[in-house]
DNA sequence: CTCAGAAGTAAGCAATGTTTACTTACACGC
DNA sequence: GCGTGTAAGTAAACATTGCTTACTTCTGAG
């Protein structure tokens, strides 16, 4: 956790990343939002000043920080339902819809200091760095999918927000060390279904 | 903003809730995560180390301003819909529900730090300070409202978390200041219906 | 082989959280 | 009324942090 092939060299070494390594460990941890980079350097056996020449700052570090945290929630996304692959039937397509929403949560809980900075006063910022669709796309192609099966009505981008956010709040605070006595998983299964109930029979537009 | 009775007195003054109302004030412009121990005191006309004579450390001043903000969620509910008060027809327990969940968003929005610090690694306590009912509370009360005026079918914890984490989530990613471009405030109405809508058709119970 | 620039160092500044030993001033028993 | 105990505030100090500046060192392109 502390060498990263900087070792031998005496001056350099591939700086950087290892910071956004560190943070992201630490992040895995829930202690980001009380970083030191003079800690991380220590730790990394780097001088104090040396994190400023690959970051303007701080919060630049956490920044490049948070978006890496979408990056690794799309990974997660992906492993747990390759974005290629389609559904093959109702039952499914309902099933995919569930394994994202339990992808979801589980990474919120599993990296709570990152998930936080994710959606703080930092990140949302949501490029897609690497070659992967942003994380949004999976969940409109899980409605799409559920909708072209009949699970659910077709969907426009209210519904999908609102999806999204039923999630997202489950997550908040099933994620919350608060609430950790609390931990059963089984309940976004049930959430799951009733946001599809939500979405099967729609409200009637005004 | 810096005085508070506390200025004729030479050495005393109501220090303790001087230091919740600044953080409180900080809360309300969105600064508190960075909230400082020592500008307070200065602020404050204090020295130092005053302010450890009333918390155990930053932490502990955080935590019970994290208290006092469930209190003035609570407060809020109560202006926007007071608690003893009934609906008294389908369509009125229905506007009540969203006038609810417009005040969740709101309250978010206007105090985003001390929304941030309620639901994060401190707060969620919520035992209820004042008199008034615990927040959650008011929640269950509206959907039973809804329940008996057949707006919806009768509710279980697990309906009633539903809609509290879907309007949460809601609250969460409109208030964050990076959706900050998108503020309208019109889809929470919208939200609501979607909400009403699972409720209203429940998955079947397996 | 040189040498310009990237990468890291050392030292320093201002600010913070927190502790300690000390003073002050209020309140309360006598 | 008056000492006096105690809660509340002060002053000084320590460790740690973010960040800047001037300096060194190493590397890799020409």
């Known amino acids: 956790m502390t060498d990263r092939t900087a070792r031998t060299t005496h001056h350099h070494g591939n700086l950087k990343e290892a910071l956004i390594d560190y943070a992201l460990a630490a992040a895995h941890a829930g202690a980001l939002e009380a970083l030191s980079l003079r800690q991380a350097s220590r730790d990394l056996g780097v001088s104090p000043g040396?994190?400023?020449?690959?970051?303007?700052?701080?919060?630049?570090?956490l920044s490049t920080v948070a978006a890496r945290g979408f990056d690794a929630l799309a990974a997660r996304f992906e492993a747990a339902l390759p974005f290629a692959s389609e559904a093959t039937s109702a039952v499914e397509a309902r099933r995919r819809f569930v394994a994202l929403g339990e992808a979801y949560v589980a990474f919120a809980r599993e990296n709570y200091g990152l998930w936080r900075l994710m959606f703080g006063p930092y990140g949302l910022t949501w490029v897609p760095p690497t070659g992967r669709p942003p994380t949004y796309a999976w969940l409109e192609k899980a409605l799409d999918d559920m909708a072209r099966w009949g699970v659910i009505r077709p969907v426009d981008a209210s519904a999908q927000f609102f999806a999204w956010s039923a999630i997202h709040g489950l997550s908040d605070l099933q994620?919350?060390?608060?609430?950790?006595?609390?931990?059963?998983?089984e309940p976004v299964e049930h959430q799951c279904a009733?946001?599809?109930?939500?979405?099967?029979?729609?409200?009637?537009?005004?």
Chains 1, 2 share one sequence.
């Open 194 to 206: 009733l946001i599809i109930a939500a979405l099967a029979n729609p409200p009637a537009k005004k």
């Open 175 to 185: 994620a919350s060390p608060a609430s950790a006595p609390s931990r059963t998983q």
């Open 50 to 61: 040396a994190a400023y020449r690959h970051f303007a700052d701080r919060d630049a570090l």
